[in-house]
């Protein structure tokens, strides 16, 4: 077997590289040793009293934790609960539907929309399209019931279209939202495996 030029080369450079290596240790390694007992002992009372801070702090923050468990506990319990999606939705146009029958004058939904459910931070979104005719009092009122739900549903999108003057009424177009669990969103195709 021969050894040319370039192999010749890349042994030499290799050979100098990892003598630089070991000389930049050593030195390191002597650097340390060289700092004497009382920086060492300074070092380490310093790193002893971050670590009484952090013990110090570790009630409270637990206390903390423990608060934001029960607050977001409190707040799941708000979510759209069903066996999937579709009973989501059908479960927010059963509340949608209530409202706007309890309003006076009933409003009358003229169509509705499901849309299609979809991710929404850590949890999912189902929404409803509404087509109404109404006046402004019944829509600020139904907008006010709809947030007084005990379910975390909102309006998302609204569009007026026009205004009957002589009813006194406009066209709307409401879209309102609701949080499901994430677990209740459709899987896409190839997300199975993951």
């Not at 050979?15 to 390694?29: F, H, M, Q």
């Amino acid at each position: 077997m021969t050894v040319t030029a370039r192999d010749k080369r890349a042994l030499i450079l290799l050979a100098v590289a990892g003598s630089a290596l070991l000389t930049l240790w050593l030195i390191l390694s002597a650097w340390n040793s060289a700092s004497g007992p009382a920086e060492s002992v300074s070092l380490q009372e310093k790193q002893l009293s971050h670590l009484r801070l952090l013990a110090a702090a570790l009630p409270g923050r637990q206390r903390q934790y423990k608060q934001a468990g029960a607050d977001l506990a409190i707040r799941e319990k708000m979510l759209i609960e069903a066996s999937d999606e579709k009973l989501a939705q059908e479960h927010l146009l059963a509340v949608v539907n209530k409202l706007a029958s309890s309003q006076a004058p009933p409003l009358e939904l003229r169509s509705t929309e499901l849309g299609q459910p979809k991710p929404y931070g850590d949890y999912g979104e189902v929404t409803v399209t509404l087509n109404m005719a109404c006046r402004i009092e019944q829509l600020v009122n139904f907008l006010s019931d709809l947030t007084a739900q005990p379910e975390a549903i909102a309006s998302e999108d609204m569009h007026v279209f026009g205004i009957n003057e002589e009813k006194k009424e406009m066209q709307v177009r409401l879209t309102v939202g609701g949080l499901i669990p994430k677990r209740l969103l459709p899987k896409k195709k190839g997300t199975e495996a993951l």
